[in-house]
């Protein structure tokens, strides 16, 4: 049974930073495809980042690259968002995922996963 368990996040105000982790069970980080979604009130959820095998690059949303960081630690079977340079619209529910897949076409980037943790909330504030 697959079980991911997000921690660390919180309220900040624009500019700061934050890091969330996720706690696996029951699924190796490092030897799958992990993944962050958020869900904003009244949108959909969204892909954030996502890491496949260990030699790949990460991939990320336009609209976090270069500011989060997608990491993972095999030893801690944890997976880890690093948010820095938050902004206001980040606001978000941010899940954990495990078996994300990412698929690109003509309307964009489609994001899916298998598992789901419960979700952190991360509030920023300008």
């Known amino acids: 049974q697959v079980q991911l368990v997000e921690s660390g996040g919180g309220s900040v105000q624009t500019g700061g930073s934050l890091r969330l982790s996720c706690a696996a069970s029951?699924?190796?980080?490092?030897?799958?495809?992990m993944g962050w979604f958020r869900q904003a009130p009244g949108k959909q959820r969204e892909g954030v980042a996502r890491?496949?095998?260990?030699?790949?690059?990460?991939f990320y949303a336009a609209s976090v690259r270069g500011r989060f960081t997608i990491s993972r630690d095999a030893a801690k079977n944890t997976v880890y968002l690093q948010m820095n340079d938050l902004k206001p619209e980040d606001t978000a529910l941010y899940y954990c995922?495990?078996?994300?897949?990412?698929?690109?076409?003509?309307?964009?980037?489609?994001?899916?996963?298998?598992?789901w943790g419960q979700g952190t909330q991360v509030t920023v504030s300008s």
């Open positions: 890491v496949q095998k260990v030699r790949d690059q990460p």
């Open positions: 995922a495990a078996d994300v897949n990412t698929a690109f076409d003509s309307t964009g980037t489609k994001w899916s996963a298998s598992y």
């Open positions: 029951g699924y190796a980080v490092d030897m799958g495809r």
